[in-house]
C-alpha cells in the first residue's frame, strides 16, 4: 500500500488550529514540509534517489523548471523546508 503524502498535509493542518501549542507548531511545520517534499519528490526526476542532497535537487528542480509555477513551488518549499530547519 502506498503512502498517501497528502494525509501528512492533512495533518498539520489539523495540528495548527485554535491557539496551537509549540510542539504542535514544530509537529506541524515537519508534516507540512515532509508531505510536500515528496510530492514534489514523486513529481521530479529523482523520484527515486535517496540521500542527503534529495531536498537540494528536488526544491532545484522545481525552481530552475523555466515557467512561474513550477518556481513558485520549488521557491515555497525551500521556505518552508528553512522553517522546519528553525
Known amino acids: 500500500m502506498a503512502f498517501d503524502w497528502n494525509e501528512y498535509v492533512s495533518l498539520a493542518e489539523r495540528l ?8 504542535q507548531m514544530r509537529s506541524a511545520t515537519s508534516r507540512a514540509y515532509y508531505g510536500a517534499f515528496n510530492q ?3 513529481h521530479s526526476p529523482y523520484s527515486s534517489k535517496k ?5 537540494f535537487l528536488v526544491i532545484n ?6 515557467n ?3 518556481y513558485s513551488i520549488g521557491n ?5 523546508r528553512g522553517k522546519r530547519n528553525e
Not at 61 to 66: E, I, Q, S, V
Not at 76 to 80: G, H, I, S, T, Y
Open 51 to 55: 540521500g542527503g542532497d534529495i531536498h
Open 76 to 80: 515555497n518549499l525551500d521556505v518552508l
Open 61 to 66: 528542480h522545481f525552481k530552475n523548471a523555466g
Open 40 to 42: 514534489c519528490k514523486i
Open 16 to 23: 495548527n488550529t485554535g491557539t496551537p501549542s509549540v510542539t
Open 68 to 70: 512561474s509555477e513550477e
